[in-house]
Structures are given as structure tokens and as C-alpha cells.
């Protein structure tokens, strides 16, 4: 594992700062909705009934993915220097290759590392879009996903079809994921003037 430069923890602090605030916006919208009455909770975890929505198990959930996403990003940022340099110039290699049971092999390490610092992006950007999404519904505008999800939810059991419904919208969203990903690793941050995610010889 590599030192942390303090641009990698800015970088954490970050995360888990829109993090928080994008959970908030998420249940606020949420509840919005709901009080709107054009809304119904799609996650049968915390929902699932009309006009339901568990807040305090929502913000459990959302907790204990933030404990396990943080724990991950750090890794991976410890763990750069051991990521494919493939994936900075070609990220679109990585889409489908995050089928693997153990990240910390040896062997999964090298696309492991990449995709644990695409993941808190793509999550990032799951939750700004059900914020907005959930605004939509509020004010009564046609939104993306309503018309997709009522589909699915005719066709398979509810938790099966909000899985699927997540899938495909974390696929929609992976691939811009993982562009931002490697720009990071190829941008030069800070004042060392060193590679983001792969650090010079001189440095930690």
C-alpha cells in the first residue's frame, strides 16, 4: 500500500461530504414526493407500500454503503500504483470486468483498484439523478425512470425488479464512471506536480 498525499484524503473528505448531502437530497425529494402524492418508494427495502418510506432504515442502509464505498476508496487509492495502466488511456476495458469474488488477490488487484475508485462516482452520480428524478415526479413532470420501472415491476417480484431497475442504471452510469476515474489518475494535482493516481519515484 502507498502513503495517502493529503490531496488523496481532500479527495475522500469529498466524497463522503456530497455523499451525505446527496443522501439528504435523496430522502428530502423523496418525501416530497410522497407528500405530492405522485410518488410511491420504488426500494422495497425501505418502502414498497404506497405512501411508505422507512426514513431511519433508509439512513441505516445509506450509512453502512458509505462505511463500505469510504473503506474501498481508500484501498484503492493505496493501492494505485498497482492498477492497469491500460485503463488510463482506455477505461472502456474495465465495463465488465468487476465479475471477480475477491478485489485483494493478487490477480484482481490490477482492475480491482480502478473499479473502487469508479464505484463512489457512479454511486455519486446514482443518487444526484434520483434526486432529480424525484423532484420530477414531485412537480408532476414525465421523468426517466417511472415509465422503466413500472415496466419491470409488471414483468418481476418487487425487489427483483428494483435490482434490475438499479442495474441498469448503474450501467448507464459506469461508463462516464470510469472515464472520470482515469482522468483523475492522469491529471497532475497538487503542487508535487506528480501523476494523481501514480505518484513519481520521489514521492511516498
Known sequence: MKTLHPRHWALVLGFVLAYAVLTMTDAASTLLGLESGLAQEANPHVGGSPGSFDLNRFLWINGAVLLLLTGMLLWSLGSRHRIDPRYLGRPG????????????????????????????????????????????????????ITAMARGLYALAPGWLAYWILIFIVWLVIWRPSLELAAW??????????????????ASP
Do not use: Q, Y
Open 93 to 144: 476495458l474495465a465495463f465488465w470486468n468487476w465479475l471477480h469474488l475477491n478485489p485483494f488477490s493478487p490477480r484482481n488487484v490490477p482492475r480491482a483498484a480502478f473499479h473502487h475508485l469508479a464505484s463512489p462516482i457512479c454511486v455519486l452520480g446514482m443518487k444526484g439523478l434520483a434526486t432529480g428524478n424525484n423532484l420530477l415526479i414531485a412537480a408532476g413532470i414525465p421523468d426517466p
Open 184 to 201: 483523475f489518475l492522469r491529471s497532475r494535482w497538487g503542487t508535487g506536480g506528480a501523476p494523481f493516481g501514480i505518484p513519481s519515484p
